[in-house]
């Protein structure tokens, strides 16, 4: 910094003195110290900022540095409600009954009708039991003259497909019936005693196995008391 104000100084005072001693006219020593003034006092301006950017430059190294929390503010914690999640209650399976189908669909009249055999599908499932169908292979024949087979009759008694079996042909529904009672230890809904197979399944034997229905002036009935026994 002080190197170009003695440069500056020196140049005004000879610039003065030739200025003195020849007056306004320009000469070649007139002329190069007045360039060399010039080029002292862009020096002078250019030290004088350089001194200013290195004092702020000092000057911001001491100061304190903000803490994080100014910079970016905490944030609040979140708070969630938290709700239990409901507990899904469901209603046990009410006890299992299989049905007679080719005995079923005559208890109302004479003719074989589906439809008895759905009124009982559904007098049974509004007391909470859960029925199942067995029928001869020759059923969907004397329904419909036409073969049928489980989902066939699943669907029309609105039951799930493995709730409705229906045998092969050439071979009687008796047996899979009480086999299916006896596996499931369910009741079995039908007219018929089962006496041929009585050595095969004594069950039949015992009060409350097979369950007596039928139609009463057009209206359903079911042994209700042996069925709850």
Not at 20 to 30: D, H, Q, R, S
Request: proline share 7%; glycine share 6%.
């Amino acid at each position: 910094m002080r190197t170009p104000l003695v440069l500056l100084a020196l140049s005004l005072t000879s610039f003065g003195a030739l200025y003195t001693a020849n007056g306004p006219e320009l000469t070649l020593p007139l002329a190069v110290i007045a360039l060399a003034g010039i080029a002292a006092t862009i020096l002078a301006l250019k030290a004088a900022f350089q001194g200013r950017n290195l004092r702020l430059t000092r000057r911001s190294s001491h100061e304190p540095e903000p803490l994080k929390s100014e910079i970016t503010p905490r944030r609040k914690p979140r708070h969630f409600n938290h709700v239990a999640p409901k507990r899904v209650t469901r209603k046990p399976a009410g006890p299992r009954v299989v049905i007679d189908g080719s005995n079923v669909m005559h208890w109302n009249g004479a003719e074989p009708r589906l439809t008895t055999v759905r009124e009982v599908v559904s007098a049974l499932r509004t007391q909470g039991y859960q029925p199942g169908v067995v029928f001869d292979a020759n059923a969907g024949y004397k329904l419909t003259d036409s073969y049928m087979d489980d989902r066939d009759f699943a669907k029309l008694l609105n039951l799930p497909g493995d709730c409705v079996v229906v045998v092969a042909r050439g071979e009687p529904a008796d047996p899979t019936i009480l086999a299916a009672a006896r596996d499931l230890k369910a009741k079995v809904i039908t007219n018929d005693r089962f006496r041929d197979w009585a050595d095969d399944f004594p069950e039949v034997a015992t009060p409350g196995t097979l369950i007596k229905g039928g139609y009463d002036h057009g209206a359903l009935w079911l042994d209700d008391r042996a069925l709850a026994s």
